[in-house]
Every structure is written in structure tokens, then in C-alpha cells.
């Protein structure tokens, strides 16, 4: 399930900023607007995933060796020291 959400971001990931590296504004054109906008809501939101998940594991640093925080949380932590 992990490696499904990561392959899903990255795609929209690569869409996002294809579409930011061509993007081209049209006053004329709503779903072209729409498109930018989209992308650009993408690429914030983007940002924010990787900011929350290492806010998160900080916040509970003190759990991770908890059997139930492992059984939950383990593999997107395994390996880390």
C-alpha cells in the first residue's frame, strides 16, 4: 500500500510540474486556467506531505519503540536511526 501512494505522488508530482514548467495563461481559455491552478494547488499540497510526515514521526520520536506504534507506523520508519 506504501509503494501504491508513493507511485501516486510521484505522478502527480511529474504532472504537476510539467504542467508549471509550460505553463501558459489564457484569459480566454477556462479549463487552461483551471489546469494551472490545479497544478499550482498540487505542487502546495505536495509540499505540505513529506512537511507533515516529519512533524508527525517527531512528535511521537518518544513511541517508536512501542510495539502498537510499530505495528501501525513501522514500515514507513524502518531503517531509521
Do not use: H
Not at 10 to 36: G, H, P, Q
Not at 72 to 80: E, H, V
Amino acid at each position: 500500500m506504501i509503494r501504491f501512494f508513493v507511485e501516486i505522488y510521484l505522478d502527480v508530482a511529474v504532472c504537476a510540474f510539467l504542467t508549471i514548467k509550460m505553463i501558459y495563461w489564457d484569459a480566454r481559455m477556462s479549463a487552461l486556467e483551471f489546469s494551472n491552478v490545479l497544478a499550482i494547488s498540487a505542487i502546495v499540497l505536495l509540499s505540505a506531505v513529506p512537511i507533515q510526515l516529519i512533524v508527525f514521526f517527531a512528535w511521537k520520536i518518544k513511541s517508536w519503540n512501542d510495539q502498537q506504534f510499530q505495528n501501525k507506523y513501522g514500515s514507513l520508519i524502518k531503517g531509521t536511526n
